[in-house]
């Protein structure tokens, strides 16, 4: 007899930590008895220098940094319904790319 089994890997990324934190926290508040992985990844900053004026003084810029914060979140047979509240739920601000992998154990 084959057995499907689903695994879902989903990376969320987003600006804020505190919406990162919300957002997880919604996860495990609906996948309580479902086997999954969690992990926070590294936070990855970007800089951007914008130069104040235009013409002569070169020297004068001023510097703006980003954060980006995100984990990964890998869950084990879970059904296409508890799956789908996951978009359904999503602030804004937060990104996601999923990834569905179904295999079939004998």
């Known amino acids: 007899m084959m057995v499907k089994s689903n695994q ?4 969320v990324k987003t600006f804020s930590m505190d919406i990162l934190k919300y957002y997880i926290g919604s996860f495990f508040s609906i996948i309580k008895k479902k086997e999954y992985s969690f ?7 970007k800089t951007l220098t914008v130069l104040r004026s235009p013409h002569k003084y070169k020297k004068a810029q001023e510097h703006f940094q980003v954060k980006i914060f995100s984990a990964n979140l890998t869950l084990k047979n879970i059904t296409t319904p508890e799956a789908s509240l996951f ?6 601000g937060v990104f996601l790319k999923i990834k569905v992998e179904e295999k079939l154990s004998k």
């Open 39 to 45: 992990k926070m990844q590294p936070t990855k900053y």
């Open 8 to 11: 879902i890997t989903i990376n």
């Open 87 to 92: 978009l359904v739920n999503k602030p804004k």
